[in-house]
C-alpha cells in the first residue's frame, strides 16, 4: 500500500511540477488559464458557449480546450462561437493533466489569445487534484444534481475559486433548494463565491465574465 501512495504522490508533484511551469510560461505570453469542472452533463459547454461568444463580442481574444474520454462533440459545439477549439481526448483518463494541455497548445495557440478556457472531462473526483496551470478553477452545479453534492465531492469544492449553480432556469421544476446548497458550500469552502446562471435564458453569464476578466491579476 505504501508503494501505491508513493506512486501516486509522484504523479501529483510532476503534474504540480509542470503546471507552475506552464502557468509562468503562458502567464509571460499574457495568458491566463480559467479551467472549468462538474460531474457530466452539468453544462460545462453550454456555458462555456454563452462565455466564449460574449468575451469575443466584447473584443477579447479567448481560446478553448475541451476534454472527453470520445468524442469531438463539444468542440464542434464550442467552434459555433467563432473561437480557436481544440479537443482533447483522454483515451479513457477521467481528468486532464497539465502535460497534455501543454502538448495541446503547441503550435495552436494564437499568439494574441488573452484567456485560455478548458473544460475538464466531466467528473467529479479525479480533476480535482490536477492544476492546469489555471489561475481560476470554476466548478459547477447544476440544479438538477441535487444540495449535497458538495458535501460528497468536497476536494472540488474546496479547491475551486468560483462555484456557479448551472441550470437555474429548472430551479423551480427540480424543486432547487438553494439555502441547502448553499449552507452544503459553505461547510466545504467558507467564503467563496457562488454565482447563478442559465445557459438558456443567458442569466448570471455577464457575472462570470466579469470574474474570468477578474482573474487576469
Ligand atoms: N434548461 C437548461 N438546460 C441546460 C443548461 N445548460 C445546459 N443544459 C442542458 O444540459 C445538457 C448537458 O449540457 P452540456 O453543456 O453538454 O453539459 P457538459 O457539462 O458540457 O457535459 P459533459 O461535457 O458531457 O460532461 C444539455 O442537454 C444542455 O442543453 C441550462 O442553463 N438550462
Ligand atoms: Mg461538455
Redesign the pocket.
Known amino acids: 500500500v505504501p508503494r501505491v501512495v508513493d506512486l501516486k504522490q509522484g504523479v501529483l508533484d510532476k503534474n504540480d511540477r509542470l503546471a507552475r511551469a506552464l502557468r509562468a510560461d503562458l502567464g509571460d505570453r499574457g495568458v491566463i488559464v480559467i479551467n472549468l469542472v ?1 460531474g ?8 462555456l458557449e454563452e462565455v466564449l461568444r460574449r468575451m469575443r463580442a466584447a473584443g477579447h481574444a479567448v481560446a478553448a480546450l475541451t476534454g ?1 474520454l470520445a468524442t469531438e462533440n ?1 468542440a464542434r459545439r464550442l467552434a459555433r462561437s467563432g473561437a480557436p477549439v481544440r479537443q482533447i481526448m483522454t483515451d479513457g483518463n477521467c481528468h486532464l493533466e497539465a502535460d497534455i494541455v501543454r502538448d495541446h497548445l503547441e503550435g495552436w495557440l494564437p499568439e494574441d489569445t488573452e484567456v485560455l478556457l478548458i ?1 475538464n472531462v ?1 467528473n467529479l473526483v479525479c480533476p480535482a487534484n490536477y492544476d492546469l496551470g489555471e489561475s481560476l478553477r470554476i466548478v ?1 452545479a447544476s440544479v438538477t444534481e441535487g444540495e449535497d453534492k458538495p458535501l460528497k465531492y468536497p476536494t472540488m469544492f474546496f479547491t475551486a475559486d468560483l462555484v456557479v449553480i ?5 430551479a423551480e421544476a427540480a424543486e432547487f433548494d438553494r439555502s441547502a446548497f448553499l449552507a452544503a458550500v459553505a461547510q466545504v469552502h467558507p467564503g467563496v463565491e457562488v454565482l447563478e ?4 435564458t443567458g442569466d448570471g453569464i455577464d457575472e462570470v465574465v466579469e470574474r474570468i476578466l477578474g482573474a487576469r491579476g
Open positions: 462538474s457530466p452533463g452539468s453544462g460545462k459547454t453550454a456555458l472527453d463539444d473544460e466531466g459547477i448551472s441550470k437555474i432556469d429548472l446562471t442559465s445557459a438558456r
